[in-house]
C-alpha cells in the first residue's frame, strides 16, 4: 500500500513507502534542535540577500516565490491523492484471492517501476539528480531491507482492514525512535517521547478491537494473520529506515541515488526467490479490470515518487511530515468508511489517540 518515500510511507504498499520513510528517519537520526537552525540558517540566507537586491527587482523574487508555493502546493496535493489512490487500488488488488498470494510478484513490478521512473528523472531532459553506481556487495543489505519494507506490509494490507494497516504504521515513529537509541544512542525530546506513548496505546487498542470477528458479515475485521505480517513489517521498515541514515553518511549519495541503486538489485533478488514463494493465478483469468487496477498502481507508485522529490526539494523535511499526517487521517477516515464499522464502535477511540498522539 502505501503510506516522510523521497522515497517513505511507504507507504504504503509500494516502494514508495521508502520516500516516508527517508523522511522519518532523518528527523529521528539528527536532533530537532539542528533541523530547526538549519531552518532558521536559510531564511536569513534569504533575507541577506533580499536586502542585497535593488527595489526593481523585488517585485520578480515574489513572483518567483509565489509560483514556487503554487508549485508546491499542487504536489502535496498530487502526492495526497496518490498515496490515498495506491493503498486502496493494492487493496481491491489483494482482495482476490488470487492474487494475494503472489506478493514477491507483485513488489519486484513496484521496484521496476520505481527505477524506470528514477532512470527518466536522472535523464538530461529532467536533471533531477545526477546517479551513481555503488558495488553490488555494499548496497545488498539495504536491498533485502528495502524487500522486506515493501512485501510484509502488503501482506498485511491483504490480510488487515485498510483502518488497521494505517494505524499500525504510525508504530514506525516510535519504532525508529527506539532503534536509533539502542544501536546510535540517538534520543528524542522528552516531551516526543510522551507522546509517543499514547500512540501506542491507541495502535493497541486498535488491534484488539479490529481484530475481533463480528457477527455482521458487512463489517470487515482483520485476521491474525494481518496483524503479524503488520508488526512485522513495522520492524522491517523501522530497520530499513534506520539503515538509510547510515548508508547515507557511508556512501555519501542522497535518496534518489540510493534508491536508485537498491531498486533494480531488490527486483533481480526476488526473481529468484518468487518461483518457490509465490502462488501464481491463472494469468488468462485474471478479469482485465484486475490488470487495469495493477497498471494504476504502477502509475501512482511512479507519480507518489516524483512528487515526494518535488515535496522535499521544495519545502523540506517538516512540510513532508505534515503532508504524510493528512495522508495519514485521510486513509484511515477512508478506511473506517469502508469498513462498515458503525461510528460508536469502541475501536475508533483507540484510531483517535493513535492519531492525535502522532500528531502531537
Avoid at 104 to 131: D, E, G, I, K, N
Wanted: proline share 5%; hydrophobic share 50%; with cysteine.
Amino acid at each position: 500500500m502505501a503510506d516522510r518515500q523521497p522515497v517513505r510511507n511507504p507507504s504504503i504498499g509500494s516502494s514508495t513507502t521508502e520516500a516516508d520513510d527517508v523522511d522519518v528517519n532523518e528527523k529521528h537520526g539528527g536532533s530537532f534542535d539542528s533541523l530547526t537552525r538549519a531552518k532558521e540558517h536559510e531564511a536569513g540566507d534569504d533575507v541577506e540577500m533580499a536586502e542585497l537586491l535593488p527595489g526593481d527587482v523585488e517585485k520578480p523574487v515574489l513572483v518567483k516565490k509565489d509560483n514556487s508555493t503554487r508549485s508546491a502546493v499542487i504536489w502535496m496535493v498530487v502526492n495526497t491523492l496518490a498515496t490515498i489512490g495506491i493503498v486502496f487500488t493494492n487493496k481491491a488488488i489483494f482482495s482476490d484471492p488470487s492474487l494475494k498470494l503472489a506478493q514477491l510478484t507483485f513488489a519486484a513490478f513496484h521496484f521496476f517501476v520505481t527505477w524506470l521512473t528514477l532512470f527518466t528523472l536522472s535523464r538530461p531532459r529532467f536533471a533531477m539528480f545526477t546517479p551513481r553506481r555503488v558495488a553490488i556487495k555494499e548496497i545488498m543489505p539495504l536491498a533485502v531491507a528495502m524487500a522486506l519494507n515493501v512485501i510484509l506490509p502488503n501482506l498485511s494490507l491483504a490480510f488487515s482492514t485498510v483502518t488497521f494497516y494505517q494505524v499500525a504504521r504510525i508504530l514506525l515513529t516510535p519504532t525508529v525512535a527506539l532503534m536509533n537509541f539502542v544501536l546510535y544512542r540517538s534520543t528524542l525530546p522528552r516531551n516526543a517521547i510522551y507522546a509517543l506513548v499514547p500512540a501506542c496505546f491507541g495502535v493497541g487498542m486498535v488491534s484488539y478491537y479490529d481484530s475481533l470477528p463480528s457477527a455482521d458479515t458487512n463489517i470487515k475485521t482483520t485476521s491474525t494473520l494481518g496483524v503479524i505480517f503488520a508488526f512485522t513489517g513495522i520492524f522491517a521498515s523501522s530497520l530499513y529506515t534506520v539503515w538509510i541514515a547510515s548508508y547515507h553518511k557511508k556512501l555519501q549519495m542522497n535518496s534518489m541515488q540510493l534508491l536508485f541503486n537498491q531498486a533494480p538489485l531488490a527486483a533481480f533478488m526476488l526473481l529468484y526467490v518468487i518461483p518457490f514463494v509465490d502462488t501464481f493465478p491463472t494469468w488468462t483469468e485474471v478479469p482485465v479490470n484486475r490488470w487495469l487496477m495493477i497498471l494504476m498502481s504502477g502509475f501512482f507508485a511512479c507519480i507518489i515518487n516524483m512528487s515526494q522529490f518535488f515535496i522535499i526539494a521544495q519545502t523540506g523535511p517538516v512540510s513532508s511530515t505534515v503532508v504524510g499526517h493528512v495522508k495519514t487521517c485521510s486513509i484511515v477516515a477512508l478506511g473506517w468508511i469502508t469498513s462498515g464499522r458503525a461510528v460508536g464502535d469502541k475501536s475508533i477511540i483507540g484510531v483517535l489517540i493513535a492519531v492525535g498522539g502522532i500528531i502531537m
